[in-house]
C-alpha cells in the first residue's frame, strides 16, 4: 500500500470508524438513539418525526426507532406522533417488503405520495434540452430526481405537521458518499450514524426485527433499466469490506485503495458546498 493511501485510510478512520460489532450493547443502543430522537424533537420545539418507509433494513431499523420515540415522547407531549411515508414511483417492485416494515414498525400514521408524475415531468422538461445523453445516464439521473422529489415530498410533510426529516444515512454509506446528495443525503437528523451496515441489522434484530427484514439485500431501486439493482454491485464492493475497514480489521491493499478512492471521489457530497473565502473585505477604517 503506498503511503499517501495509507496515511488517508488513517484520516478516514479517525473520522468515520466504528465501534466493533462485539462489542456494542444493542440495547443500550435502542435507547441512546431513541433519547436522541426525543431531546431532538423537544429541542426544536416540533411534535411530529417524519420518515419514507422502503422496506429496506435501514429504513426498517429508523422506523422503528422513531415509533418508540414518538411512544416515549407521548408522556409528555400528547402530539407527538411518528409519520411512516410511502413514496413509491408508480408501483414498486418490492412493495410486500415495504408492507412487512410497515407491520413491523407500526407507526402512528402512515401517508403514501405517489412520485411518479412529478418527476417523469420535471425529467420530461430537462430532457428536451439534452437529447443527445446517453439513455443509461439519462436514467440514472432520473434516479436521483426519485431521491430528491421524495426528500422534498417529506419536507412538505413535516412542515405541515411541525416535524422534522429522519434520515438513515449510516457510517458505511457515509464513507462512500452512497446517496444521493439533496435527496436521501438531505435530512434534520441521523440516528443511524456511528454503525457500519452490519451493526444496522444487528440493531434491526434487536429491535425484534425477523430475519426477512434484517437481512433483505440493500437496494436502492431508482433506475428504471436496471430495477432492483444491489448496493453492492453498484459500490462494487461488498458491504462486509466496507464494514470490516471501518472496525479496523483491515482489507487488502486493492480493497483499502479502492475505498480511498471512493472516499475521495464522494467528497463533496459530504461538505457543505465551496465558497469564495475573502470576496469582501469592509474598509477598517470607516
Known amino acids: 500500500m503506498s503511503d499517501t493511501d495509507r496515511k488517508a485510510a488513517e484520516r478516514i478512520l479517525a ?125 440514472f439521473e432520473r434516479g436521483n430526481v426519485k431521491a430528491r422529489v421524495r426528500m422534498a415530498a417529506q419536507y412538505q410533510i413535516a412542515g405541515l405537521h411541525q416535524g422534522l426529516v429522519v434520515g438513515t444515512d449510516h457510517n458505511a454509506e457515509a464513507v462512500t458518499g452512497f446517496f444521493t446528495k439533496w435527496g436521501d443525503g438531505a435530512c434534520d437528523l441521523l440516528p443511524l450514524r456511528g454503525l457500519n451496515k452490519r451493526q444496522v441489522r444487528r440493531l434491526a434484530s434487536a429491535l425484534g426485527a425477523n430475519d426477512e427484514l434484517a437481512h433483505k439485500q440493500a437496494t436502492a431501486d431508482l433506475e428504471d433499466l436496471r430495477p432492483l439493482h444491489a448496493d453492492e454491485a453498484a459500490l462494487g464492493m461488498s458491504y462486509d469490506v466496507i464494514d470490516d475497514f471501518l472496525e479496523f480489521k483491515g482489507g487488502t491493499e486493492e480493497q483499502v485503495r479502492q475505498l480511498v478512492a471512493q472516499y475521495q471521489k464522494t467528497q463533496h457530497k459530504r461538505c457543505d458546498p465551496p465558497a469564495v473565502m475573502g470576496a469582501f473585505r469592509p474598509d477598517s477604517s470607516d
Open 15 to 139: 473520522e468515520w470508524g466504528v465501534q466493533p460489532t462485539e462489542d456494542r450493547d444493542w440495547q443500550a443502543e435502542i435507547r441512546q438513539r431513541v433519547a436522541f430522537l426525543c431531546d431532538a424533537l423537544r429541542s426544536a420545539g416540533r411534535s411530529a418525526l417524519v420518515l419514507g418507509i422502503s422496506g429496506g433494513v435501514d429504513s426498517t431499523v429508523t422506523g422503528k426507532l422513531c415509533q418508540l420515540a414518538a411512544d416515549e415522547m407521548r408522556n409528555t407531549d400528547p402530539a407527538a406522533q411518528f409519520i411512516a411515508v410511502r413514496l413509491p414511483y408508480g408501483t414498486q417492485a418490492d412493495e410486500e417488503d415495504a408492507q412487512a416494515a410497515l407491520q413491523f414498525i407500526a407507526p402512528d400514521r402512515i401517508m403514501t405520495v405517489d412520485i411518479k408524475a412529478s418527476v417523469d415531468a420535471l425529467h420530461a422538461a430537462v430532457m428536451v434540452n439534452a437529447e443527445d445523453v446517453d439513455p443509461a445516464a439519462a436514467d
